[in-house]
Structure formats: C-alpha cells, structure tokens
C-alpha cells in the first residue's frame, strides 16, 4: 500500500470550493483579511478557472436588479422569489443578496466579461432580471479574479475536502486529499466557509450510460456542501425543495431563449399548449398558481399533467419559430439570409452554455429550422441557489432579519465559525451566479468580523485523530487493494462495492421511491419509509466501498456525500404532510397545499453525536409586506 | 416622457410606443410593457450595428419603457418581426407589421 504523506495547513478564514460563491468569497475575504493581516486559503477539488455550475459559461447573467437606475427594488426582488417559491424563502437572506447582487455584476464588468449594452450603456435585458452576456469564460474571468486577490500561495487546487475538523461545538478546519498526489491534508482554520455547490445525480438521471454526466447541473457537484453542514451538526433548511428543470430532452439545454428570443411554443403530440389548455390547474394552488410569472413548478406541473396523460412527447417548436421569423424578412434571398442566422443563434446559443445539446443536435441530425427537438423535465437536483432551496440555515444580517433569525453574523450556520454561501445556504432561492457571488462576498466580510471579533484559539488536533480521519479517508484504496484478488472481475466482489455500483444503487432506490423520473415525481410515505429502509442498508455498504485509484476515491466519496444529502431530502419530504411544490414532487398521500399548518420552513439536523435525525418546523417571518399574493 | 403621457412617444424618432405583453415563460411573466416598433427608428436601425461590431450578435434593441414607473431599457430582439405577436395596443398606426425590404434586419 503506498504511503500517503500529510500536510497540515493552518490559516484564519478557509474557503471551501471554487466556484462562483466560493469566487466571491475569496476576492472580498482578501480586501479585508488584509487589513487585519490575516490568512485566507481556498481549496477546490478542480481547477478554479472551469470549476462548479458555471465552467461551460452562460449566455445571461440571472439576478441583475437595477436599483442604481429604479428598474426594480429589493421589495420587487423578493416578492418575485417569495412567489416562486410557493411563499417558502428567508426573505431577509434574498433582500439582503439582492441589495448587493448589481455591485457584483459591474464588478463582472470591470474585469472584462462582455455584457450587452445599447449605444447610451443601459444594459440589455433578456427578462425582468437577466442581462445578456457574451460568457464563455464567464468562469474564467471571475476566477481570475479571486485567484488575483488570494495569491497562488493561498489556494489549494485538485484538492478534495471530505468534512469538517470539529473543536467542540466550533468549526474549525477540514480534511481531505489531493486528487492527484498521494497527499493527505488537515486546514486547520479560526473559520470556515463553505461553498461547495448543491448535488446532482442523486436520483437516477434520464440519460444514462455514456449519457449520463451532462453538464447544466454539473454533475461534478455531489453533495459536498450538504455533507459538511450536516456532519457539522447544523441546522438545515429546505431539504424537501429540489428543482427540476424543463429542458430540452437527454441533453438538459436550456429552453428559455427559445421561448423569449425564438418565440417558439411547446406543443404536446396533439398540438396543444398545456400553458393553455391547463390553466385551470392553477387556480388549484392560489394563491400562487395566480400570481406572474407563473412559478417554475406549477409551470412544469402543466406539462406533466399532460405527460402522465399519455399526451407526450413535448415538443419545443424550433422548426416553426425558425420559419416564422425568416419567412417575415422578406423575399426568399433575405429570407434564406435570415434562416441561417437564427440557425446560426440557435446552435451558438447552446455551444455558449451547455455543449452537450449542440453535440445531441449533431449526432441525431437535428437541423433546429426543419425539426422540433423533446423537452422534459429532468430529474431532481438539490440547488438552493436556483430554483431550488436547500442548503444550511444561516443568520441573516442585523438590519434585515427578525431576531429569531440572526445570531451575530450574517451567512453563518447556527455551527461556530462555519459560514455557507451560494448553494451551501438555504432558503435564499434565485441566486444563481451573480447572487452566489455576492453572497461570497456576504459571508466572506462576515467570517472575517468573526475571526477579528471572537480571535477563537487553533483547533488542536492530536496525531491519533489525524491518523483516524487519514485511515477513515483513503479505507476504501486499502480495501480494495487487499481484495480485488478475489475475483477475476473487478466490478463484482464480495469484499467491496465500486462507487459506480453504489451511485447506481443510490439512484434507483431515489428514482424509485422518492419520486424520481420514472415515478412521474410522485412518492408518499410507504414509497419513502421504504426508501429509508433501503438507505439504511446503503449506509451499511458505504463502509465496504472500494477504490482503485485516487480518481476513484473522489468518486466514493462524493457518493457518501450524496448518500446524506438523499437521506435528508427523503426525511424532509416525509415530516412535511403536503404538496407546495407539485412541479418539483407529488405526494399522492397528502396530494392538497395545506397552508393552515405547513406555511413554514421544514428545518432538520443530523446529530453528531447520537447520529439521529431530528424534524422540526420553523415559523416564516415576512420581512416585507406581502404583494397582493 | 412621463408614464401619464397621453400618448407616450419615442425619444428617437417620435413615433407612439405601443403596449404588449411580455411573454409569460420570462421572468417579465405577462407584464406589460411599452416599446417602439417604428423599424426606421434610429435607435433600432443603429442596435443592429453596434450590437454586432461589439458583442459579435445578430441581434438589435427596441427602445422600452415600464409603464408603472417610466423607466426605460432595451429590449432585446432577434428580427423585426419578434414581439409584434405580443402588441395588445395597435395604437395610431394600428400596429403595422414589419417593413418589408431585401435585405432583412438590419443591413
């Protein structure tokens, strides 16, 4: 067995991650931690240049409010997410992202992303909130950036965090290994912040085999975050409210320039447009399924309501939002001109994004002007930064939050010294890149006022206890080295599982009974008791994962780390005896929103001393004055 | 101009903005909106150029106001067809369609 060196770092404020959140995090944690002269180190288990949500680019930037020119107002901001969520955010969290979200975003612009202007400079909106940008190196830029403000010096990249260093009751460190040395390491730190993106083939995806492992979710975002706030003992939020998305089928491109740049319509297989021919399904879930725009569930709930109706295929119309818009620009040459353009944007529009769908287009010889191409919603991912809301409860800041939701410093979890940002914070939805910046930057300052405040002592962690959590995070290497000799195959082996196996064994029991893609999303509580059960049983199996190489043991760990967010996800859905969210997931026990008794947060926690689960609600504290929803 | 303008015109060309819907599926959700579909606005014949030779798009702006509160932004459009489907008010030139000329948009 080789030998694994460890390397111990001490440093004030670590940032775990390197994605957007994570980005900001470190860019405002540098200006301050300066000033204090104090030491900041971010760890991420990729290159930060490409990694998390955001590495393939983006054509738009998602939360742009425009206060500086009274486009909207904060007020504005969280109405809109307030509704979209079926009533269920922290509405001191989202005002207090979206006062400082459009400071980020010319942040953006300062250091060189192009974002679409008029001749005057006013920025060119694709929605309410978005702004169209040219951001294939979106990441790029933004990492460049934080890597700029950190120093190389300072940043741990290839590095992969397992969980987190206790001292007491305080945060105050974590451990993993490098991905490609064989190098175990230890941070010890006066704070942490976390920032390792939400989690993604949890349930069994629609594409499978070489399919699977289309980016938009990334499906390197595992649970990293949700394993480290629970394993932490915090308290969490919003388990139950996954997201799903609509988007174009096996390939998950977005389909939203389509309906706003393309005009095109989705059309069931008889020609129908459930946005049309469902409304009045809506009115079932007032006083949301009233309000505009019509919340991403409900939307998606239309569309399966003609789905489980033997109504499919769902069909985005490409080929006659194409034609429309030629056929209107004139004779046949300037007619031929403009079908190509539009061809043209429609395949640059997914090449900007997600590649895989231009590559889908390729394979199948979709032409987009002469061809329709499926959508559907795709399996469940857990991303509290989108359209989702799962993550960490976290204070929010003195100003805004109602004393029962702040306990001193703003973004920390109720862990000492254990902040979260982006997808690791909960109940805080519509962040998406910019917001999960901004949010980084948020905590960052946060965390940094913690550590001049409270100056906590270094953890002190006794060579046994490392030797423990060393022996504890390469076990899987030294189990299958020692019994691979057991069998001529080395997938099927009583001794040991491959974390592919067990990924597969941890979708289909969540595909199954947790109302997965082959479940129409629909679950009760016998479903997920069973699931439970089967959990159980994958917990045992956990211990008995096998890996050949460090590639490998990423890969196993990352699927414990989905293991508990799937634990707590089933928990959460089974403590809350209602449908909010029937977009996202049905109970066919408890079919009706009931807002008498479940117009509030579903909090839990996995203690970590007793390893129970504990269930409990948290009252909702309108910040804001509710707009007529 | 004011959103209690009588009839609220654009500052390019001074043609009269008319109202539409935007679409339902975008964060606007069905809000209303008023905007300039005057194709020989200069503001709209300028966009296709500049959007071009600085952002590399095929793609242009009309000019757009919120009627609540008066503010005005560009609103993104692919051809000078797009958006007319979504016009509720066809205001005094009843909502004309698309100047026809070869060519296409813009060039």
């Known amino acids: 067995m080789v030998d694994f060196k460890t390397v111990e770092v001490e440093t004030d404020l670590l940032i775990l991650g390197g994605g957007m959140a994570a980005c900001g995090a470190a860019v405002e944690a540098a200006y301050w931690a300066k000033k204090h002269g104090l030491k900041v180190t971010l760890v991420d288990k990729a290159a930060m240049d490409r990694s998390g949500a955001v590495a393939m680019g983006l054509s738009a930037i998602n939360q742009y409010v425009g206060l500086r020119d009274g486009q909207n107002t904060v007020k504005d901001y969280v109405d809109y997410v307030r509704n979209d969520l079926m009533g269920i955010t922290r509405e001191d969290l989202v005002a207090n992202i979206a006062r400082h979200v459009d400071s980020t975003v010319h942040l953006f612009e300062k250091w060189g992303l192009p974002i679409w202007k008029d001749e005057q400079g006013a920025y060119v909106h694709e929605g309410r909130w978005q702004l169209m940008i040219n951001g294939e190196s979106y990441k790029v830029v933004v990492a460049e950036a934080a890597k700029n403000a950190l120093g190389k010096e300072n940043i741990y990249e290839r590095v992969f965090i397992v969980g987190p260093i206790m001292d007491g009751d305080r945060c105050a460190g974590a451990y993993g290994f490098s991905v490609r040395e064989n190098t175990f390491y230890v941070f010890k730190a006066k704070a942490v912040l976390t920032a390792m993106g939400g989690a993604v083939h949890v349930f069994k995806p629609r594409s499978s085999g070489e399919g699977q492992g289309r980016a938009w979710y990334p499906p390197w975002n595992a649970g990293a975050s949700a394993y480290f706030t629970l394993k932490s003992g915090a308290e969490m939020t919003c388990q139950e409210v996954r997201f799903i998305p609509v988007r174009f089928k096996d390939a998950y491109g977005p389909v939203g320039a389509w309906f706003l740049l393309f005009k095109s319509r989705a059309t069931n297989a008889l020609g129908e447009n459930y946005m049309e021919t469902r409304k009045p399904e809506l009115d079932n879930w007032a006083p949301y399924g009233h309000v505009k725009p019509v919340p991403a569930n409900l939307r998606n709930y239309l569309g399966m309501l003609d789905v489980m109706e033997g109504k499919g295929p769902i069909y985005m119309r490409t080929e006659e939002a194409i034609q429309k818009i030629a056929t209107s620009s004139g004779d046949e040459k300037a007619a031929k001109k403009k079908l190509k353009e539009l061809e043209a944007e429609a395949w640059e529009d997914f090449l900007d994004m997600t590649i895989s769908q231009a590559i889908l287009w390729a394979a199948t010889n979709v032409s987009p002007d002469e061809k329709s191409s499926e959508i559907a919603a795709a399996e469940p991912y857990f991303i509290g930064s989108h359209s989702g809301a799962s993550g960490a409860w976290v204070s929010g800041p003195e100003d805004l939050a109602p004393k029962d939701y702040f306990w001193g410093y703003e973004n920390m979890s109720t862990v000492r010294g254990l902040f979260c940002a982006g997808d690791a914070s909960g109940a805080s939805s519509h962040k998406f890149s910019s917001g999960s910046h901004a949010e980084g930057r948020i905590a960052a300052k946060a965390a940094i006022r913690f550590i001049v405040k409270e100056n906590p002592a270094a953890a002190q962690l006794d060579a046994a206890k490392v030797e423990a959590l060393k022996a504890e995070t390469y076990r899987p290497l030294t189990l299958f080295d020692q019994t691979k000799g057991a069998t001529t195959q080395p997938d099927v082996n009583p001794n040991y599982i491959r974390p592919k196996m067990f990924q597969m064994r941890l979708q289909k029991l969540m595909d199954e009974y947790a109302g997965g893609v082959t479940s129409q999303f629909t679950t009760s509580e016998p479903l997920l008791k069973k699931g439970l059960e089967l959990l159980a049983f994958l917990k045992e199996d956990a211990a008995k994962l096998g890996a050949a190489d460090l590639h490998e043991l990423m890969r196993a760990w990352e699927n414990v780390h989905r293991m508990y967010q799937a634990e707590a996800h089933v928990r959460a859905i089974m403590f809350r005896e209602e449908t909010r969210w029937p977009g996202y997931y049905f109970r066919s026990d408890k079919p009706k929103m009931d807002e008498q008794n479940w117009h509030c947060f579903v909090n839990c926690r996995l203690n970590p001393t007793t390893s129970e689960w504990e269930m409990f609600k948290r009252p909702i504290i309108h910040v804001f004055p509710k707009a007529g929803a | ?107």
């Open chain 2, 1 to 107: 101009m004011s959103p209690t303008d009588p009839q609220p015109t654009c500052p390019h060309c001074g043609e009269v903005l008319l109202r539409l819907t935007l679409p339902e599926e975008t964060s606007w959700g069905g809000e209303e909106a008023l905007a300039c579909f005057n194709d020989s606005c200069p503001y709209f014949v300028r966009g296709w150029q500049w959007m071009e030779s600085q952002f590399g798009a095929k793609a242009s702006y009309r000019y757009r106001v919120d009627p609540a509160s008066g503010r005005a932004m560009p609103l993104a459009v692919w051809s000078r067809s797009a958006l007319r489907d979504r016009i509720v008010d066809q205001g005094a030139d009843g909502g004309r369609e698309p100047d026809i000329e070869s060519g296409g948009d813009g060039s």
